[in-house]
């Protein structure tokens, strides 16, 4: 069993719409870290979260220890956001462990 | 502000021949420093990480080994490439200290013929 979970596996949606893509993890994290990868392959970061909720523009993230679980929403999607979200944990005292990514595609 | 450059983008060659990609971060001292390798349509696998000048270790055994000469540079290399070592290859760096974020170069896509 992965230790970092992601779902939907692909998503295709139309311009506008609300997106939630879903990690869950089964160990215990000291934080949990969301990034981007675009068609070309670059990675950026777009939050790192240890609880509760971060926002940033019409990103917004948030994570429940208790229940081992993070979403990521993204409010008013539009064709640019189309990349894949990946999720990554970091395990108390080692390194990050990622996720298989969520590919989204946003239609305009 | 800190920065990570990674080169070459792109690189063709053959099996049996050697690598070296090479990594610089700037901005920034003592990070630890990882090269992660993905396969196409496959998640993230670390490859290598360093916490220091001259320290480094292995998650998985390989074809490939790297080095860090100075603090802020990352090189990975193989002697005698393989087929299967075609992938894409990121660099990234971190500070210590844990729940610090991941930066990452730009890639670099590596096609053994």
């Known amino acids: 069993k992965n230790e970092v979970e992601q779902s939907p596996q692909n998503l295709t949606a139309q311009e506008g719409e609300f997106i939630t893509i879903n990690c869950s993890y089964s160990v215990g994290i000291s934080a949990l870290h969301w990034l981007q990868q675009h068609p070309g392959g670059g990675i950026v970061s777009l939050f790192m979260?240890?609880?509760g909720k971060k926002k940033h523009g019409r990103l917004i993230a948030t994570i429940n220890i208790q229940e081992k679980h993070s979403s990521l929403h993204i409010t008013a999607s539009h064709p640019r956001d189309s990349a894949v979200y990946i999720c990554?944990?970091?395990?108390?005292?080692?390194?990050?462990?990622f996720g298989p990514g969520t590919r989204l595609s946003v239609l305009p | 502000s800190q920065t990570i450059h990674q080169w070459p983008a792109t690189l063709v060659q053959p099996v049996g021949s050697p690598l070296s990609l090479e990594c610089t971060v700037e901005g920034t001292s003592n990070p630890n420093l990882y090269w992660y390798r993905q396969a196409a349509g496959r998640g993230l696998q670390l490859l290598f990480y360093?916490?220091?000048?001259?320290?480094i270790s292995s998650e998985v055994p390989q074809n490939l080994s790297a080095s860090r000469p100075q603090d802020r540079q990352f090189i990975l290399s193989s002697k005698k490439l393989l087929l299967s070592d075609s992938g894409f290859y990121l660099c990234?760096?971190?500070?210590?200290?844990?729940?610090?974020?991941?930066?990452f170069g730009n890639g670099t896509r590596l096609t053994v013929t």
């Open positions: 360093s916490v220091g000048i001259g320290q």
């Open positions: 990234a760096w971190s500070l210590l200290g844990g729940n610090s974020p991941l930066h």
């Open positions: 990554a944990v970091i395990l108390y005292g080692q390194n990050f462990v």
């Open positions: 979260l240890s609880s």
